[in-house]
C-alpha cells in the first residue's frame, strides 16, 4: 500500500455510507478470518486501519460508533460475548 495522499471532496452523509460499508467488509472479513483466511486478515487489518482514519476524520457529532461498542465488537468477534 503506498502512503500517497490526495485530497478528496466527500459530503458528510457519503463519508458516513463509506464508513457503514466498511464496517460490513469488516464483518464478512471477520467470519473468513475465523475460518481459516490468511489473506482474509491482511485485509481486515488494512479495512481495521482505513476505518479508524475515517472515524478520526469525521465530525463528532456524525460519529456512531463508541468505544463501548467497539469493545463489545471485539469481544463478540472473539467469542466471548452474545
Aim: hydrophobic fraction near 40%; charged fraction near 25%.
Amino acid at each position: 500500500m503506498t502512503d500517497h495522499i490526495e485530497t478528496l471532496e466527500v459530503s458528510s452523509s457519503e463519508l458516513e455510507i463509506i464508513a457503514k460499508a466498511l464496517e460490513t467488509q469488516t464483518k464478512i472479513l471477520r467470519m473468513q478470518v475465523s475460518a481459516g483466511g490468511q489473506d482474509a486478515k491482511v485485509k481486515l487489518n488494512a479495512v481495521s486501519r482505513l476505518l479508524s482514519t475515517l472515524e478520526r476524520q469525521r465530525a463528532p457529532s456524525t460519529c456512531t460508533r463508541t468505544n463501548k461498542s467497539n469493545f463489545w465488537g471485539l469481544l463478540r468477534s472473539m467469542g466471548h460475548a452474545i
